[in-house]
């Protein structure tokens, strides 16, 4: 079996064909178990968790749009994007958006328009599995959006494993260590901010707490690589923002509130290296 590398056009990538280590990918992916999604230049990681504290969600923010990657379970045979195309259109529809079906790379793409904004849905078909690109942001960049949303897509590595799933099931989300660690400092803040712990019990003040060696948002020791390039997916993780269902979006150390417009100018980011995506690169400010 023939070996690919990231940027051949050969993507999405099933893990199993990829010539590159996913330790190699530490600086220009994020590895969420079951996919690792590259990070995009000027951008930030948004993670969602539930109401039961398990992530469901991972989110690339970046200045033009909001895109998050998921992976499912697909019956060897294949096909099972053009069903979902059809259901979601339907369902879509129904929820009051204007759909459309639009021509891409990979072929079907579901568009739907919202007042103010749009979502691009793109999947493609793989090995015993099925990967959907969502993207999200307002009218205006919808082009640039698509682009580099496709852009993503196109760099995403799938690792399915051979645990069996029922077809269509989403393939489970595991956090990296840089960024399970934040996800807990960000959570404790909110238990601390609300008073209580995860326990229900009074929390101690903040100063009869014992340092945690997190506050300054620096990545640990064991999860980083060699070299970590500024602004890549090791920098972007360990400055994520964590929210869920019932509380507001709670900002990682060093980092800002992601769905929060404070005028700043992400072209003064720093860049990623790490990533291919830099002729992609949005431009202008972040979307509420």
């Keep these: 079996m023939s070996k690919h590398s990231i940027g051949d056009t050969a993507g999405p990538y099933d893990i199993d064909e990829l010539a590159t280590p996913p330790a190699d990918l530490a600086n220009s992916h994020l590895d969420l178990g079951s996919v690792l999604v590259p990070v995009v230049e000027g951008g930030q990681v948004t993670?969602?968790?539930?109401?039961?504290?398990?992530?469901?969600?991972?989110?690339?923010?970046?200045?033009?749009g909001r895109i998050g990657v998921h992976a499912f379970a697909a019956p060897r045979s294949g096909g099972l994007w053009r069903e979902v195309v059809r259901e979601l259109t339907e369902s879509l529809s129904a929820e009051g958006a204007t759909t459309a079906i639009a021509d891409g790379h990979w072929g079907r793409e579901v568009v739907a328009a919202v007042p103010g904004g749009q979502h691009r849905f793109i999947g493609v078909d793989g090995p015993r599995w099925m990967v959907r690109c969502v993207a999200s942001g307002p009218d205006g960049d919808s082009e640039q959006l698509a682009q580099l949303?496709?852009?993503?897509?196109?760099?995403?590595?799938?690792?399915?494993?051979?645990?069996?799933?029922?077809?269509?099931?989403?393939?489970?989300?595991?956090?990296?260590?840089?960024?399970?660690?934040?996800?807990?400092?960000?959570?404790?803040?909110?238990?601390?901010?609300?008073?209580?712990?995860?326990?229900?019990?009074?929390?101690m003040s903040s100063l009869d707490q014992a340092p945690t060696?997190?506050?300054?948002?620096?990545?640990?020791?064991?999860?980083?690589?060699?070299?970590?390039?500024?602004?890549?997916?090791?920098?972007?993780?360990?400055?994520?923002?964590?929210?869920?269902?019932?509380?507001?979006?709670?900002?990682?150390?060093?980092?800002?509130?992601?769905?929060?417009?404070?005028?700043?100018?992400?072209?003064?980011r720093p860049p990623s290296e790490g990533s291919a995506m830099q002729r992609l690169r949005g431009r202008g400010r972040r979307r509420r």
């Design 149 to 203: 949303a496709r852009a993503v897509l196109a760099e995403t590595v799938v690792r399915r494993g051979d645990q069996p799933f029922p077809p269509r099931e989403v393939l489970p989300l595991v956090l990296p260590p840089v960024l399970a660690d934040q996800v807990s400092t960000a959570q404790q803040q909110m238990a601390q901010d609300m008073g209580v712990g995860a326990d229900g019990t009074p929390l």
């Design 213 to 268: 060696g997190r506050e300054s948002g620096a990545v640990p020791d064991a999860a980083q690589p060699d070299t970590v390039v500024p602004g890549g997916a090791v920098t972007q993780a360990a400055a994520a923002t964590v929210f869920t269902e019932d509380l507001p979006p709670v900002a990682g150390p060093g980092g800002s509130i992601a769905e929060a417009d404070d005028g700043a100018d992400e072209a003064a």
């Design 47 to 64: 993670v969602e968790m539930s109401p039961q504290h398990e992530p469901e969600a991972v989110y690339l923010v970046t200045p033009v």
